[in-house]
């Protein structure tokens, strides 16, 4: 029996390095989305399973649609959507729906869905994630997907480092990565449907599959502090304010500085002209004519222009004003514009 048992083992070990797949781990990866009602994760799920309506969306900022967490499996991933905390009145029930839904001894990859109003994160988004990643582990990686966002709002968060600067200032860790979401006008006043724009499926699956997972054992999640919530979200607020304003004046005064700053060179040369005439070297001769003898003096005489270059370097600062730079003398040139002989006649007496 014994000698059975380790020939079955060894089979087994045999097996497993011939065909990798007897011995690997078929449970699926989880994708978990969590935000609060109307961030439109329920519309994200459903894309990513490519089921219509696969789970149930529609408009309810108050109350939200999703009650308990759910969850369906395709192709080897469970998709999970959650209840969100933001209504009093099912926060407790929400926070034990999302407990719960950490809770499958599973690989994870964990997202934030958050649909931002007039371009501000609500206090209340963060700090929905701030209390679901107080209750797993450090190295659990998540995302936050801004969903929703008005073309003003993507390029705004684009080409800022707001995002960045509240994600280091008011949660416990940053995410692992976000990914910005443009607002599809086909989605509006339209329930469980998924949306047509290839480029926007595209960019979010592209985030999903690219996302690391990390295994997250039952164990290690906490028990969700809802009644801390209400705390929580006042503290928020105050710091929410403050990192906001701060943001701001740090952006006024790179703003100052970047107006006062040369952002641009320009160099620009100036020429002086200054009139000369002057007489270049003499020769001599004597003329004869029959008994009349005579000498003369040649001289050659140029007109012109001496020409002189200047330079100086201009700073264009951030507005738009110019500083002008000092003048430096560069060199010169002399253009003779006229030339021509000047001869003076002198008469030679000579004594007989």
């Known amino acids: 029996m014994i000698k059975f048992t380790n020939l079955l083992h060894l089979y087994i070990v045999m097996a497993c390095l011939i065909n990798t797949v007897l011995c690997t781990d078929t449970k699926p990866i989880v994708v978990a989305m969590y935000g609060n009602p109307g961030s439109g994760k329920s519309t994200i799920l459903s894309t990513l399973t490519k089921i219509p309506g696969a789970f149930q969306s529609g ?21 999970i959507d959650t209840p969100g905390l933001a209504d009093v009145k099912d926060r407790e029930q929400a926070a034990q729906e999302i407990e719960q839904s950490l809770k499958t001894n599973q690989r994870y990859k964990v997202f934030f869905v958050v649909s931002p109003t007039s371009g501000r994160v609500s206090s209340m988004d963060l700090s929905t994630i701030k209390i679901i990643i107080q209750s797993i582990p450090e190295d659990i990686k998540f995302g936050i997907i801004y969903n929703k966002l008005t073309k003003r709002i993507y390029d705004q968060y ?45 960019d979010l699956v592209q985030f999903i599959k690219e996302f690391p997972d990390t295994y997250l054992p039952e164990e290690q999640v906490q028990p969700l502090p809802a009644d ?27 703003q100052d500085l970047y107006n006062n700053s040369c952002v641009k060179y320009d160099t620009e040369t100036e020429e002086r002209s200054s009139p000369f005439e002057r007489e270049g070297p003499s020769s001599k001769r004597i003329k004869w004519r029959g008994l009349k003898t005579r000498k003369v003096k040649e001289t050659i005489v140029e007109k012109g222009e001496t020409i002189e270059k200047y330079l100086r370097i201009n700073c264009i600062k951030g507005n738009g004003q110019i500083e002008y730079g000092q003048w430096t003398f560069v060199g010169n040139r002399e253009v003779v514009t006229n030339r021509e002989t000047k001869s003076e006649n002198k008469k030679l007496i000579f004594n007989l």
Do not use: A
């Not at 309810?60 to 759910?70: D, E, M, N, V």
């Not at 929580?232 to 906001?244: D, G, I």
């Open 158 to 202: 684009l080409n800022s480092i707001i995002l960045d600067t509240i994600h280091e200032s008011l949660l416990d860790r940053p995410p692992h990565k976000y990914l910005l979401l443009r607002n599809l006008e086909e989605l509006e006043e339209q329930d469980n449907v998924i949306p047509k724009d290839q480029d926007f499926n595209n």
């Open 228 to 254: 801390e919530y209400e705390n929580l979200l006042k503290e928020m607020e105050e710091n929410h304010k403050k990192v906001l304003q701060d943001y701001q004046n740090q952006i006024k005064e790179f």
């Open 59 to 79: 408009i309810s900022q108050i109350t939200g649609l999703t009650k308990t967490h759910k969850s369906i499996t395709v192709d080897n991933v469970m998709y």
